[in-house]
């Protein structure tokens, strides 16, 4: 073996050394990133808005499932879709944001010895979006007087009134001027809320009878930690007697 030769081997050692050393240079770089990274796991992330106090067991389509390092995942982040059954939004929830336990809570729960009932309040004259799950409102029912031939009148007919649930707004028509959908009569597009209330037997025969025959059906907020209840002769209101 000549000289040549021999200079031609040793390159080529020194060739097969560096790429060697090379290929280990990248395989510890791979590994140091990855023991930063450390293994994924599932979250989710918001595809769409999602109101304040909104029931969330029917938008589950807002949430879109994402893989992203343990190590970087808040302990507060929603890992399983079913923490959010039974659950409504604490806080308006926003298109990109990571879903969190602390963005949710629990439905108020139903006392015992009181029913849920639900009925349409018109969007117009009613809520305002103003009223949420666990508030307390005082509900009034205008009536024309007109059908017993008596004086229009207006009456406190439930007061503090606990919510339990908030719909999504709902088309409607409505009777003539009416605050509630229509069964005869003129008809006039509008849109309702559905509200459910935790009531006991009687308060919830008095709102099932004003959704039926009262002109209007409306809902007033009481303040939290505000006196919720109406005295006996402030329940119902005439023109005349304001004198």
Known sequence: ????????????????LCAVGAAAGVLAVIDDAESKVGPETTA????????????????????????MPRRWLPATAVTDLAAVRGKIA???LHKGSLLQNDMIVARPALQPGKQEIAIMIDAATGVAGKIDPGARVNIYATFDGK????????????????????????P??????????????TRQAGE?????FALDTKDAQRVAYAE????????????????????????TYTLDGDK
């Open 192 to 196: 309702a809320v559905p509200i459910t």
């Open 1 to 16: 073996m000549n000289s040549r030769q021999r200079r031609g081997i040793i390159l080529l050692l020194l060739s097969v």
């Open 172 to 185: 409607f028509d409505r009777d003539g001027g009416s605050g509630r959908p229509a069964s005869t009569g």
């Open 44 to 67: 989710y992330r918001l595809k769409s808005d999602v109101p304040a106090y909104r029931d969330l067991d029917g938008e589950t389509d807002a949430f879109e499932k994402v893989s």
């Open 90 to 92: 604490v806080t308006p």
């Open 147 to 170: 059908e017993q031939g008596a004086k229009p009148v207006s009456k406190v007919i439930v007061s503090g009134a606990q919510v339990m649930n908030v719909g999504k707004l709902t």
């Open 212 to 235: 039926s025959f009262a002109t209007h059906v409306r809902l007033a907020l009481v303040a939290p930690g505000g006196d919720d209840g109406v005295g006996s002769g402030d329940r």
